[in-house]
RNA sequence: GGGGGUGCGCCACAGUUGGAGAGGUGGGCUGGACUGUAAAUCCAGUGUUUCGGCUGAGUAGGUUCGAAUCCUACCACCCCCA
C-alpha cells in the first residue's frame, strides 16, 4: 500500500498517514525541502537527516536536465546515488518552469519550448519527455507536466489552460503505464489539479485528476500571487473532492501558518523555497514570529533566538549537537557581511524548523489537540519580531 | 626646501574646462519584497525642511549679470626633484 490513512482529527480535516515509497516511508503532514538541482541550497546532505530530519526532498526535472544533464545522472545510477540521498525523492515535472521562465518559453498543443536560462539553447518539453527525464533521474514520486497559469488569469485563460493540462495528464498516464522502472524501485506520478482561483474549475479538475485513480494527487496553481484567502479555499475545496484514501500535495506552500492552516483542511505534503531563499535573504522563521536578522535592533543582541527546544535530535528533546545555536548578533553579522556560513546557518535554521512545525502538527493530530493548537499558534508565527 | 597635481554628499570612481545636478555608477548603510528556485537576488531610501523651500563642490576672499569651473591666499593629500 502507497498510502496509508492514519487518523482524521477531531474538529478539523487534518489527517496523519504514512507514505511507503522502496526509499522508505514519509509520515505525513510533511514538508519537503526543494533541493532544484541536486541540492538543498546551502545544506549538505547530513544535514537534512540530522538535525533537519527531512524525509523526502525535492529535484526538478527542468534544471536536472539542463545540467548536469540525463547522461551523467543514468550513469551515476540516478539522482539518489548521484547526490547520495537514500531516503524518498519526489521531482517536479518542469511545469512550475512553464510558469516562472514564462518570457523564454512557448506553449502549443505537443508541450513547451524553452529557451535555456543558461545559454539561450532551445529545448521542446512534452508531457512524455518530461515523464521520461524524470525516469532518468529516478524519483519516488514524479510529477504530470502542467501549466502553471500566472495569477491572475482570466477565467477564459484558466479554463483553457486547465484543459490543456487535462490533456498533458492523459497523455502523462498513458505514458507511465508504458514505462518500465529504470533503477529497481518504483516511480509514482501524481497528478496535477489547476482551475486558478475559480471554484467550478477547480471542482472539474479535481474530478479529472481522481479519476486518473493515481497513487497520490496534487493540488498546483496555488501561491503564485492571489490573496491568501484564495489559497485556503481553494484548497478545503479540493481536499473535499479529492479521494482521502490518497495524499494530497499542495505544490510550493508556504509560510508556516500557511501549512497549518492548509493541513487543517486536508493537506499533507508540502514544498516550498521559502524556508531556503528566505534564509539566505537573512529572515528566519520561528515558533514567536518571524525575525529580520538584518535588521539593527539586533547588532548588538547578544542572546539566542528562542528555540523552545525544536532544534532536536532525531531521537531526543535534547537540542541536536548537529544543530549550530549562535547569536543573533553573529547571525546579523554573517548576513551582513554575506559570508557562506550566514545562508548556511540560517538554511538550517529554516528547514530545521519547518520540519519540526509540521511534526508537531502530526503529533497534534494523532492526539486530538490540533486544531487549538492550531489556533494558538497561527497568530505566534505570524508575528514580526 | 623647490616644482607639479588634486580637493563636492558615508566611501570609491566617473563627469562637470563660465549658464546653478542636492546629479551618475558601484559599494556601504537603513528598510522592504521573496511561496512546485533564472533569486547568497531584487526594489526603495540615504544633506536639511514647516515639503514652499533652504544649504552645498577643501577654507577665506576676489573677478563676473552669473563660479564647482577663472584669479589670490591658506589648508589637506598625492607625485617628482633636493
Redesign the pocket.
Known amino acids: 500500500m502507497f498510502y496509508k490513512l492514519q487518523h482524521t482529527t477531531q474538529g478539523s480535516a487534518a489527517r496523519a498517514g504514512v507514505i511507503t515509497t522502496d526509499h522508505g516511508q514519509i509520515e505525513t503532514p510533511i514538508f519537503m525541502p526543494?533541493g532544484?538541482a541536486g541540492t538543498?541550497?546551502c545544506i549538505h546532505q547530513h544535514q537534512l537527516i540530522d538535525p533537519i530530519q527531512a524525509q523526502i526532498i525535492?529535484g526538478?526535472t527542468y534544471?536536472l536536465y539542463l545540467r548536469p544533464g540525463t547522461e551523467i545522472l543514468q550513469e551515476a545510477g540516478g539522482l539518489h546515488k548521484f547526490i547520495g540521498w537514500s531516503r524518498p525523492m519526489l521531482t517536479?515535472?518542469g511545469?512550475?518552469?512553464v510558469?516562472?521562465?514564462a518570457?523564454?518559453r512557448k506553449i502549443a498543443e505537443e508541450g513547451v519550448t524553452f529557451r535555456s536560462?543558461i545559454d539561450g539553447s532551445s529545448h521542446l518539453f512534452t508531457p512524455e519527455r518530461s515523464l521520461d527525464i524524470q525516469h532518468e533521474i529516478g524519483a519516488d514520486i514524479i510529477?504530470a507536466f502542467?501549466e502553471?497559469p500566472p495569477y491572475p488569469s482570466t477565467r477564459e485563460y484558466t479554463e483553457t489552460s486547465m484543459e490543456l493540462t487535462h490533456r498533458w495528464l492523459d497523455r502523462c498516464v498513458d505514458h507511465q503505464r508504458k514505462s518500465k522502472p529504470k533503477y529497481g524501485h518504483r516511480q509514482h506520478l501524481f497528478p496535477?489539479v489547476q482551475g486558478g482561483s475559480f471554484d467550478d474549475l477547480r471542482r472539474k479538475s479535481c474530478e479529472y485528476i481522481a479519476d486518473q485513480d493515481m497513487p497520490g494527487n496534487?493540488i498546483?496553481?496555488l501561491?503564485?500571487?492571489e490573496p491568501?484567502e484564495d489559497m485556503y479555499r481553494i484548497s478545503k475545496l479540493c481536499c473535499e473532492i479529492l479521494p482521502a484514501e490518497k495524499p494530497r500535495y499542495l505544490?510550493?506552500?508556504?509560510?508556516p501558518a500557511?501549512l497549518l492552516e492548509c493541513i487543517d483542511r486536508g493537506i499533507d505534503m508540502f514544498?516550498?523555497?521559502?524556508p531556503?531563499?528566505?534564509a539566505?535573504?537573512?529572515?528566519l522563521y520561528t515558533a514567536d514570529g518571524i525575525v529580520?536578522i538584518?535588521?539593527?535592533?539586533w547588532?548588538n543582541d547578544h542572546s539566542f533566538l528562542d528555540y523552545r527546544g525544536w532544534q532536536h535530535s532525531p531521537n531526543s528533546d535534547d537540542i541536536s549537537p548537529a544543530f549550530p545555536q549562535h547569536t543573533k548578533a553573529y547571525l546579523r553579522h554573517l548576513i551582513?557581511t554575506?559570508e557562506?556560513l550566514g545562508?548556511m546557518v540560517c538554511s538550517l535554521h529554516n528547514l530545521t524548523f519547518f520540519l519540526w512545525l509540521v511534526g508537531q502538527a502530526r503529533a497534534h493530530i494523532l492526539n486530538d489537540t490540533f486544531a487549538i493548537w492550531k489556533a494558538e499558534m497561527v497568530p505566534m508565527l505570524e508575528r514580526?519580531l
Open positions: 526543494v532544484t538543498v541550497k525535492l526538478n534544471h517536479d515535472s511545469g512550475y518552469q510558469y516562472s521562465l518570457a523564454n536560462h510529477m502542467d502553471c496535477i496534487a498546483g496553481g501561491s503564485v500571487g491568501t505544490m510550493g506552500v508556504g509560510t500557511n514544498d516550498c523555497v521559502l531556503t531563499r528566505n539566505r535573504h537573512g529572515l529580520n538584518r535588521n539593527k535592533k547588532a551582513h554575506k557562506a545562508a514580526r
